[in-house]
Structure formats: C-alpha cells, structure tokens
C-alpha cells in the first residue's frame, strides 16, 4: 500500500511508522487515522511496532482544517470512522507497540501515544488535552486511556485545566515508561523495540491482550484467560526454545511461532 501521510520501513521484525506531516507538528487529518489503522492492519511479519513523529512533533492532534466538513456532526462521524478504529487498532494489536514521543502529543496524538504498551518521551515532549480551552471535551479514548493510566484526580486535572504535562512529570505520574534525553530517544526506543520484536510473540500476545481485559474484566474472567493463554503458549516452539535454553544455562532465541 501507498502511504501519504505517514512513512512505513521493515527491519526484519521490527515495523516503524512515522507520522510524517512535520509542517503542521503531523497534525492527524481523517486519512492519516486510516492509514495508520492499515498499517496496524498489514502487520505481515512485524513482531513489533514503534510509533514516532517526524520532525519536532509527535502529533499536535487532529487537523482541524482536514476535520471540520461544515456538515453537522462532521466531527462525529470523524471520530466514529477514523480516529476511533486507529487508536482501537494500536490497543487490539497482537504485537507490542512502542511510542517514541518527540515533543507535543496532543489530543488525539496524546491518544496515540498512550495507546502503545510502552511510551518513551524525550525530555522536551509534553502531553496536552486542551479541548477545554475550545469548548470541547477530550476524545480518540483520552479519557479511558488517562484515567487508567494516572488515575481520576490527574486525569481530571489534566482534562478541566487543560495544563501541559511534561515528559518527566509523565514519568513521575506513571503516564510514560520511560523520560530519556531527546537525542538519545529514538536510538533508546528502537532498542527497546527491537528486544520486544524478538521476544515470544505469543506469549507477548497473551499478555497484552490479558493486561487489556484485566482493565474491565473481573478477576475470574482473567483466571481463566490466563489459563487458556497458558495453555496456547505452552504448546508453541518458542516455550520449548525457552524451556530448553533454561536447562542450557543460554539465550534463548525465540522465532515468534
């Protein structure tokens, strides 16, 4: 597939998408959600995502201009049909996704970037809802994502005042991983990508996928999801290839099957 907003390369099992709009901080218009829900879609071999901006920005938040149709209900029907199935994408995904923020990550880029398993930010990015100064309400699962991930006192604060949150403060609240040097981002983030793309992609699988119903689910819903991911993951190459490495005293390589 063609991409025209966002920047799609293979590294053996590693897939790195790069919003790629660096005039307008990769503001994300409808098109750029759908292309991003079509990378996500053609995983092919990737055994791991990293997401990152091009330029000075992650993403500003939607495009505004792009956005709104004059129709009513125009930013409705774009939430429900593109920002919406992108970000439920990157959560669903069977690989772990990991964000590289270099700077502004707003709205619904906020919205991208929490919905990767593993976030870095250099030191200079920060997280901003702002759809309070506009007379709007956060969207693209700002919400669920931000209450999860630092609770409703901060999420609150976040979303009513509409205060910038930095990267080392994301830390501190547990919003990101990790708060690295902005020159040392990219290079610590496809590290990190790069041991996950080769790690036991079922087992990662399973885990992702256990965390996200852990969210919601009750503890008897996830007791047996534990045991049926056990049950898969047991029977795959990759648990005899850890199993054996194990009782070898080595490494283990794992294929991803």
């Known amino acids: ?94 690989v772990p996704v990991i964000c590289a923020v270099n700077g502004p990550a707003a709205g619904v880029g906020c919205s991208l970037a929490l919905a990767g398993d593993f976030v870095l930010a250099g030191k200079k990015a920060y997280f901003l809802q702002a759809f309070v100064n506009i007379g709007l309400v956060p969207d693209g699962g700002s919400t669920w994502l931000l209450t999860r991930a630092i609770g409703r006192a901060r999420a609150t604060r976040m979303m009513m005042l509409g205060e910038k949150i930095g990267a080392e403060q994301a830390e501190d609240w547990g919003l990101v991983y990790k708060a690295v040097d902005d020159d040392a981002l990219m290079d610590e983030a496809r590290a990190l990508a790069q041991k996950l793309a080769n790690g036991p992609t079922l087992a990662l699988a399973t885990m992702k996928a256990n965390i996200n119903l852990s969210m919601d689910g009750s503890l008897q819903q996830v007791l047996v ?18 199993g054996m490495a194990f009782l070898e005293k080595r490494k283990a390589e794992f294929k991803g099957a």
């Not at 993403?59 to 919406?84: I, P, V």
């Open 225 to 242: 999801a534990e045991a049926e991911g056990q049950r898969l993951a047991g029977a795959s190459d990759d648990a005899k290839e850890g």
């Open 1 to 94: 597939m063609t991409y025209e907003t966002i920047k799609v390369e293979r590294d053996g099992p590693l897939m790195t998408i790069t919003l790629n709009r660096p005039d307008r901080l990769n503001a994300m218009p409808p098109q750029m959600a759908d292309e991003i829900g079509a990378a996500f879609y053609d995983l092919g071999d990737a055994r791991a995502v990293l997401i990152t901006g091009e330029g000075k920005g992650f993403c500003s938040g939607a495009d505004l201009s792009a956005r709104s149709t004059g129709e009513k209900g125009g930013s409705h029907k774009a939430l429900q049909n593109h920002y919406n199935p992108a970000i439920s994408q990157v959560l669903r995904a069977p």
